[in-house]
């Protein structure tokens, strides 16, 4: 396979061995162009774990690391593992304990997440809250939950990504500073040009050619779920690399967003080294 010329990272991608097509869909997005990825943690439930205390994320955290190490050795993409508590588990969780005993648990998790952050074994946090409708205790309890991220990542000096509503969830703006957190490494998971945080722009979206032209700081991702009942979905693994480089090869972005993109903004963001 030819060295690629160019950096291409997928800001948010699942491969999952136990439930999809795993190394081969890492594969397929190397070939498209691809060269480094953000490996973010999936829901405890795809690992067949049901959570009763903190420490049993740790099963989670520790296959997505397992993971991450069979990618870059089996392919030679690298791996940046994100890891955390998704904010549908309080939902989850409440069907065999109280909101606030799932709430305390995924706060458990998290602390667990940033130290593994703190050990070099990842570098960020994912939390947010649910994207879908839900009442005021879920919604009240989640933002505490997402407080307790933002105050780890601070600690931690890391990123956090966000997994919320569609939208621009601009109150995070006051959240994560109310915590030490500086929102210029706040990233918005399926975000939207009308944030106030970092978004992570799903490869396909329209608006990509004209944020390029403003110089806007954003990072793209597919999403890819990696799930055999969900094929496909979010969009499939070759999507940011073919996007980027048909945007490239059409003139809708220059090199230099090509670098902002998949190099400089991440670079910043993260506190990491993307290169060739």
């Not at 649910?130 to 997402?146: K, W």
């Not at 998971?189 to 608006?207: C, R």
């Not at 963001?269 to 993307?274: A, G, P, Q, R, S």
Request: glycine letters at 6%.
């Amino acid at each position: 396979m030819k060295t690629p010329k160019y950096p291409v990272l997928d800001d948010h991608i699942h491969i999952d061995p136990r439930n999809g097509r795993g190394i081969e869909a890492a594969k397929e997005f190397q070939r498209a162009g691809g060269t480094h990825i953000c490996l973010v943690t999936k829901p405890s439930w795809s690992h067949d774990i049901h959570p009763v205390c903190g420490e049993d994320f740790k099963r989670v955290f520790d296959e997505t690391l397992v993971i991450a190490k069979q990618i870059q050795e089996q392919t030679g993409v690298v791996v940046f593992p994100i890891l955390g508590v998704h904010p549908a588990e309080i939902t989850v969780m409440s069907e065999r304990m109280s909101y606030i005993n799932a709430a305390e648990i995924m706060k458990e998790g998290l602390t667990l997440a940033a130290r593994y952050v703190k050990e070099g074994k990842a570098i960020g946090l994912k939390s947010g809250r649910p994207h879908y409708e839900t009442s005021v205790e879920i919604t009240t309890l989640s933002n505490q939950v997402l407080l307790h991220a933002f105050s780890l990542a601070a600690d931690a000096e890391c990123a956090i990504q966000i997994h919320a509503e569609s939208g621009p969830c601009a109150d995070m703006i006051d959240m994560a500073l109310s915590q030490g957190m500086s929102p210029s490494h706040v990233i918005k998971h399926f975000g939207s040009p009308d944030t106030p945080l970092i978004p992570s722009l799903v490869a396909k979206h329209e608006e990509i050619p004209s944020l390029c032209r403003e110089k806007r700081e954003f990072t793209m991702e597919s999403d890819f779920m990696d799930e055999n009942s969900r094929p496909g979905a979010v969009i499939g693994p070759k999507s940011v690399p073919r996007f980027t480089l048909r945007h490239l090869k059409q003139g809708s972005i220059t090199e230099d967003d090509m670098y902002r993109i998949h190099m400089h903004t991440p670079n910043r963001v993260y506190k990491i080294e993307i290169n060739l």
